[in-house]
């Protein structure tokens, strides 16, 4: 069992910025991927960003790439998500996940078997 605890939630006004983390213990492999997933009301969980666990790959969803950045820090299993320009449409519950394997989609929520609580991000226009 992996448990996820994210942090880093908050209310911010548009072009402001927030950073978000999600802290991995119990049974984390050498190798996995951390994947972050965003859900605004009325609308499906959708993809935001993942990185292997070394960082050293990364993933974005288009409408987050050039604002947001995912970084890891490998030795406290924690990964960030750094939110900058942050718009209205940006305001959802984020959810850290995570995935041993390297070979299933990192950008389908289906692939990841553990899941963080979730933290609210509200950017207000």
């Known amino acids: 069992q992996v448990q996820l605890v994210e942090s880093g939630g908050g209310l911010v006004q548009a072009g402001g910025s927030l950073r978000l983390s999600c802290a991995a213990s119990?049974?984390?492999?050498?190798?996995?991927?951390m994947g972050w997933f965003r859900q605004a009301p009325g609308k499906e969980r959708e993809f935001v960003a993942a990185?292997?666990?070394?960082?050293?790959?990364?993933y974005y969803a288009d409408s987050v790439k050039g604002r947001f950045t995912i970084s890891m820090d490998s030795a406290k299993n924690t990964g960030y998500l750094q939110m900058n320009n942050l718009k209205p449409e940006d305001t959802a519950v984020y959810y850290c996940a995570h995935k041993a394997s390297l070979y299933s989609s990192h950008t389908t929520e289906a692939s990841y078997p553990y899941w963080g609580q979730g933290t609210q991000v509200t950017v207000s226009s």
């Open positions: 119990g049974r984390t492999f050498s190798s996995y991927v």
């Open positions: 990185s292997s666990r070394s960082g050293g790959n990364t």
